[in-house]
C-alpha cells in the first residue's frame, strides 16, 4: 500500500494489470500496455480510426515524448477509475476503500503542502512540472522493454522462454543506466525470473544469454538512444495506414 500514500497509485490497479503484462507481454488483446488507447501500437488498432485519434496515430512518433508528460496523470486517473470500477472486480470492498482512503491522504496531503508552503501561482506551476517530469520519467523507463519488439496475435503459440524473451529489450550500459532505469534495463531476465531482487538481474544476465544462444532464440540488447529510436520508428510505422501520400 506504500504506493497508494507515497506515489498516488493505486497498487491493486497496477499489481493487476503488470501480472497480465507479464503472463502475455506483446501480445494482441492480452497485454493492457499495448492496448489501443491514447497510441496505437499496431496497424490494425490505427486503421480504424478516425478524426483527431487518427490524426494523432499518424503523427504519434512525433508527439511521443511530448504526450509522455501527461502518462503521470494517465498512472493516477487510471488507478482511481479502477478503484471506482465495480464491473469484474476481484479486489474486495474492504482492500478498495483502504486505497481509496490512502490515495486521498496522498492528495490532501500532497496538495496541500503546496499551497501551504508556495503562493497559488507557484503551487500551480510546481504541480504541473512535478506531474510532467514524473510522467516523462516514467515513459522514458518504460518504453524502452518492449515497444517495437516482435507482437503476437491471439492465435500464435509460442512457449513461455520464447514470449518472454523475444518481445524483450536489453539496454545496455554501467552503473548509472542501472540507477536511472532501476533494473528494467535487463527486461529480458526481469521477465523470466520477475521475483528476482534487482541486484540479482546484472548477474542472471550471462546465464540467460548463453542458455538463448544454445537454443537458438535471439535475445537482444541495445543502447539506450537507440531503443529509444527504435520505438519510434515502430511508432511511425504503425501510423503509415492513415498517411495517403505512402502506399501500403
Known amino acids: 500500500m506504500h504506493a497508494d500514500l ?18 502475455h507481454p506483446n501480445h494482441v488483446d492480452r ?36 504526450m509522455l508528460l501527461l502518462e503521470g496523470l494517465a498512472l493516477h486517473v487510471a488507478g482511481i477509475r479502477a478503484l471506482l470500477d465495480r464491473t469484474g472486480a476481484t479486489t474486495s470492498r474492504a482492500t478498495k476503500l483502504a486505497e481509496a482512503g490512502l490515495l486521498t491522504a ?21 504541480l ?25 496475435a491471439n492465435d500464435d503459440k509460442i512457449d513461455f522462454l520464447r514470449r518472454q524473451v523475444l518481445t524483450s529489450r536489453n539496454i545496455r550500459g554501467q552503473r548509472f543506466i542501472d ?9 529480458i531476465e526481469h521477465h523470466l525470473f520477475p521475483s528476482m531482487p534487482r541486484p540479482s538481474l546484472r548477474h542472471s544476465q550471462e546465464l ?27 511508432l511511425h510505422a504503425v501510423g ?7 502506399e501500403y
Request: net charge positive.
Open 240 to 246: 503509415g495506414p492513415l498517411r495517403p501520400e505512402l
Open 128 to 152: 504541473l512540472v512535478h506531474q510532467g517530469l514524473f510522467g516523462l520519467y516514467m515513459g522514458c523507463s518504460f518504453a524502452p522493454n518492449h515497444k517495437g519488439m516482435p507482437i503476437f
Open 208 to 234: 540467460v544469454r548463453a542458455y538463448c544462444a544454445r537454443h537458438g532464440i535471439a535475445y537482444y540488447e541495445t543502447g539506450l538512444f537507440n531503443s529509444y529510436a527504435e520505438v519510434l520508428r515502430h
Open 6 to 23: 507515497l506515489i498516488g497509485l493505486s497498487y491493486g490497479w497496477w499489481i493487476a494489470k503488470h501480472n497480465r503484462h507479464h503472463s
Open 179 to 187: 540507477f536511472a532505469l532501476g533494473g528494467l534495463n535487463y527486461q
Open 31 to 66: 497485454d493492457p500496455d499495448i492496448a489501443d488507447g491514447a497510441i496505437a501500437f499496431t496497424r490494425d488498432h490505427a486503421r480504424v480510426r478516425r478524426g483527431p485519434y487518427a490524426w494523432l496515430a499518424r503523427h504519434q512518433a512525433w508527439l511521443f515524448f511530448p
Open 106 to 126: 496522498h492528495l490532501g496531503g500532497y496538495l496541500a503542502a503546496l499551497f501551504l508552503v508556495l503562493s497559488p501561482v507557484q503551487a500551480v506551476c510546481f
